[in-house]
């Protein structure tokens, strides 16, 4: 039996977040990055259930809104976004949505944390001045079939057009990295939902490609999905981290759904890699291999090439 009304909850969980101290000795930072519904909740749930581990729920959701893709060149000395990320880093970003996947023993212990994890999933054009500024920082990385991810888009009623925009209005990155897709960029402005989701997807999967860095993990949410125990097991120990009950509880698809903040529904993960099936028509894929093939990447070479 709750106490306290839903509404109150989490202004109390605010409260005392802010009057605990933060992480004062963590020795580690780990960022889990993707793009929004490319399964970073699911993977940096996981991550976060190790021992001894912080987790800080999107913290970049509160960085710059009116501008949700930022793009600072490795050279760059941009002291908001160094500012943001470290107090990202102290626990010093605590509104109820950053704190959403913390209960109330995450809460009191935070101080005890020996790694700091956040998940990013607006910094994806970061990573080269990431890297830079936080050469200690290690960064998971993970990319998803554009085809369920833009389902999943379009599901909550989200278009790809104001972020497709937003890469658009960076100078520094349509005359820098994006230069060769430029033209085909633009032209996907009046094009399809899918030629749209295809540009953005391409330029910011290429951007991830491009910039990752030796020792960062870049992989594909499917890959996980394949075997989410082993896989995940092999990422907690390339991390650095302990694996233990409360990971596999998690991955389990037996798992109870009240288990805890941010937990979500349990699910099989293997059903995640075709449940998309058959709901996109083959004219669309075929818009959206079009522009993707454009990219030339080295994802999903059965669907585009």
Partial sequence: MNVYPDHVRPVLRQLLVSALPGPINAQNRIAVVGLPRSGTSWLAK???LADRVQYYFEPDRVYHREFLYPYPTAASDNSVLKAHCDTTFKGGIHNSYTIAEQDFSNIIGAYRAQTVLVKWVRFG????????????????????????LFLSWRARDWTPDHSLNQLLALDELMDGP??????????????????KAGAFWGAVTYMQHRYNQPGWILREHEWYCEDSVGRIKWLVGELGLNWNADIENFLSPKRKNDSGPGYGKNRDPKT?????????????MGELRAMVEQFELPYYSDLFG
């Fill in 178 to 195: 994006l230069q060769p897709f430029a033209a085909a960029m633009r032209d996907a402005v009046s094009g399809s939902y899918w030629q």
């Fill in 46 to 48: 996981a991550i976060a």
């Fill in 125 to 148: 054009l970061c990573l080269e001045w990431l890297a830079r500024t936080y050469p200690d920082l290690m960064i998971v990385q993970t990319v998803r079939n554009p085809v369920p």
């Fill in 272 to 284: 995640e890699l075709t449940k998309w099936h058959g709901k996109i028509s083959e004219a669309e």
